[in-house]
């Protein structure tokens, strides 16, 4: 039973925009941190973007500084990633993720428990 639902996923050209959608239960979405993160084929999973239970912090990982952005709808208890300016090596298979609560944004997978089947993202050049 999937626990998040992400979507939003397409084929893009370089330098174009997508917003990834990720629904989950209130359950999951109340007092967790939330992220983004993306794999892309042969590579590690790595972390894209993090928005903290409060809603008051979030962080990027600094090859999408300044062309991401995460943020949340508490009503609907669900988060987004707007990419902007998206490059080739952007292709990945992106994945939302909800964790433990802390003061900060976490980049490390293993603090979060709970994850979507991922939604396609691929850029051409």
């Known amino acids: 039973q999937e626990q998040l639902t992400e979507s939003g996923g397409g084929v893009v050209q370089a330098g174009g925009s997508l917003k990834l959608s990720c629904t989950t239960s209130?359950?999951?979405?109340?007092?967790?941190?939330l992220a983004w993160f993306r794999q892309a084929l042969g590579k590690e999973r790595e972390f894209v973007a993090g928005i903290i239970w409060a809603g008051t912090a979030t962080d990027y990982a600094e090859a999408v500084k300044g062309r991401f952005a995460i943020s949340r709808d508490v009503d609907k208890y669900s988060v987004f990633l707007q990419m902007d300016s998206l490059k080739p090596e952007d292709t990945a298979l992106y994945y939302c993720?909800?964790?433990?609560?802390?003061?900060?944004?976490?980049?490390?997978?293993?603090?979060?428990?709970?994850w979507g089947q991922g939604t396609q993202v691929t850029v051409s050049s």
């Open positions: 993720a909800a964790g433990r609560p802390s003061l900060g944004v976490v980049f490390d997978q293993k603090a979060y428990a709970l």
């Open positions: 209130v359950h999951n979405f109340i007092g967790n941190n």
